[in-house]
T-cell receptor, first 115, second 114 residues
Framework: GESVGLHLPTLSVQEGDNSIINCAYSNSASDYFIWYKQESGKGPQFIID?????DKRQGQRVTVLLNKTVKHLSLQIAATQPGDSAVYFCAEIDAGGTSYGKLTFGQGTILTVHP | GAVVSQHPSWVICKSGTSVKIECRSL??????MFWYRQFPKQSLMLMAT?????????EQGVEKDKFLINHASLTLSTLTVTSAHPEDSSFYIC??????????FGPGTRLTVL
């Protein structure tokens, strides 16, 4: 759904803890999902992606879970480090949509990792 | 990997002036590019889809006469904020899909209108 005008939720964790960031998406036709990390004053960076025919995908220290029934996506970061502090956004693509590569961004979460 | 650049990285201008922001795909061709606006502590809002060789497609509520988009070549899209006002101050980000699944974002341009 729209996040215009809404301030981002925050998550504070201690270094070494695991972090879980959640995202609800709106389009049941979306078939590709991406998590991005955005550091202050920079553009988003790709973290991990998942297709709608999968429930889980793992990367280095990160895992993405997809629950299509409730249209929910989560990003798990293991052994969170101070360098992980950033804003995290989920994004969805509807491959059947009219625009090539058009992303719809979720609300985002500010992650702060305390040493 | 592929890179998307933006220029300038930041700009300060007086109210009423126009500002042009460039978005370039450095090592791949992009027939489509996207322009986003981001206010502090908020998500990215898609403004428009820039299409090489045709008119840009604007999202609802975005004034096409105020935010002029020109996709001059397969590697360059420009966004011109015309008659800028303080409320246009924001972080403008472009992105370019290399494939359906692979999209690269520019580093963003911080616009401050005095």
């Amino acid at each position: 759904g729209e996040s215009v005008g809404l301030h981002l939720p925050t998550l504070s964790v201690q270094e070494g803890d695991n972090s879980i960031i959640n995202c609800a998406y709106s389009n049941s036709a979306s078939d590709y999902f991406i998590w991005y990390k955005q550091e202050s004053g920079k553009g988003p960076q790709f973290i991990i992606d998942i297709r709608s025919n999968m429930d889980k995908r793992q990367g280095q220290r990160v895992t993405v879970l997809l629950n299509k029934t409730v249209k929910h996506l989560s990003l798990q970061i293991a052994a969170t480090q101070p360098g992980d502090s950033a804003v995290y956004f989920c994004a969805e693509i509807d491959a059947g949509g009219t625009s090539y590569g058009k992303l719809t961004f979720g609300q985002g979460t500010i992650l702060t990792v305390h040493p | 990997g592929a890179v998307v650049s933006q220029h300038p990285s930041w700009v300060i201008c007086k109210s009423g002036t126009s500002v042009k922001i460039e978005c370039r795909s450095l090592d791949f061709q992009a027939t489509t590019m996207f322009w986003y606006r981001q206010f502090p502590k908020q998500s990215l809002m898609l403004m428009a889809t820039s299409n090489e060789g045709s008119k840009a497609t604007y999202e609802q509520g975005v004034e096409k006469d105020k935010f002029l988009i020109n996709h001059a070549s397969l590697t360059l899209s420009t966004l011109t904020v015309t008659s800028a006002h303080p409320e246009d101050s924001s972080f403008y980000i472009c992105s370019a899909p290399e494939t359906t699944d692979t999209q690269y974002f520019g580093p963003g341009t911080r616009l401050t209108v005095l």
